[in-house]
């Protein structure tokens, strides 16, 4: 079995190509050259693609038709890539450096990002909603419905607008352990759950397993957070491929500022236990998500 890096860094080689295939579309059907240009920068070069792994490896427990998980697997990828780019804005976090490159308004400026953004959200959904996301009409319509709930005003979008009202309007009760871990498993954790979530739809899953695979998605979200959170804390910018220790200049409240490092870091094996716990309901197939999560212990980047 070989060790979770290389597992993951095969899966991003396939979805960089498949990611890479859907953006050649946009050259063929005649999107503005300017548009396809800052997508591709946005997408392509970087990037773990932590999401789509989890996607491949869900539908992987079913037995999914491979190219159907894939599909799937880049739609999550290009509302991650999709809200990077509009996060990294000088209207909201202000960032020059995303993947160890120039962010997309940095590259280009910020109408280009905006706009490039926006035609990443849809072409997930395109993708999703296309007769090569599934054969089963039904089942495209659930994956649409999921992605869009944990990407919309009640996951990542929302989750983000409670960040920038504490962050620019200090709205919101600053310190408060309960509305920082809403708030992050809104903005992170929605989609690392639902990364999973998809593929238990591909699969056609009982209801108790979307459950089982929903736990582990969450935990893992929860997980991610706070190693971003430690990664931020005590990462260095070279490592990382973007700015670190911005929370503590910020004065921002995070799980890390709030618990320190030593409790935040138990809270973060606590959440690896409960989602390899959730997974012990399959059979096979799971050791790629156990080391999924184990790999939430000792991520560098
Ligand atoms: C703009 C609608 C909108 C939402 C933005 C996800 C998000 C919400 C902002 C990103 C800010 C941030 C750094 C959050 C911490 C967690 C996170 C999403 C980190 C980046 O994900 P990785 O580590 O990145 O999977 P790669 O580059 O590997 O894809």
Redesign the pocket.
């Known amino acids: 079995m070989s060790p979770f890096p290389v597992l993951l860094g095969n899966a991003a080689t396939h979805i960089d190509a498949e990611l890479s295939r859907i953006l050649d579309r946009e050259t063929d059907r005649g999107t503005p050259p300017r548009l396809v240009s800052a997508m591709r920068h946005a997408v392509l070069g ?6 789509p792994f989890l996607t491949l490896q869900s539908a992987a427990l079913f037995g999914v038709e491979p190219s159907f998980a894939q599909t799937a697997a880049c739609a999550v990828e290009l509302i ?5 780019v ?2 990294d804005l000088p209207c ?2 202000n960032d020059e450096l ?2 160890g490159r120039p962010t997309v308004w940095k590259a280009y400026d910020e109408w280009t990002a905006v706009l490039a ?1 926006d035609a990443l959200q849809s072409l997930a959904f395109e993708i999703l909603s296309a007769p090569t996301g599934h054969d089963n009409p039904t089942i495209r319509a659930e994956l649409v419905l999921a992605l869009s709930c944990a990407g919309g005003a009640g996951g ?2 929302g ?2 607008i409670l960040d920038l009202e504490a962050d620019k309007l200090q709205v919101g009760p600053h310190g408060d352990i309960a509305h920082i871990t809403r708030l992050q498993a809104m ?2 954790g929605k ?1 690392i759950a639902v990364a999973c979530e998809l593929g238990a739809i591909l699969g056609k899953a009982s209801p108790e397993d979307v459950k089982a695979l929903k736990i582990y998605g969450d935990a893992l979200g929860f997980a ?2 706070i190693s ?1 959170d430690l990664l931020d804390a005590e990462g260095q910018t070279e490592e990382v ?2 700015a670190t220790g911005k929370d503590a200049a910020a004065g921002k409240a995070t799980l890390v500022s709030l618990f320190g490092v030593t409790e935040a870091r138990h809270h973060l094996d606590q959440a690896i236990d409960q989602a390899i716990a959730a997974l012990e309901r399959f059979s096979a197939r799971t050791q790629p998500l156990i080391d999924a999560a184990n790999y939430m212990g000792r991520r560098t ?1």
């Open positions: 970087g990037g773990k693609r932590f999401r991650h890539c999709y809200s990077l509009h996060d909201m976090d995303r993947r953004g990542m979008v989750g983000q903005k992170t989609l991610f957070q971003d491929g973007k980047h």
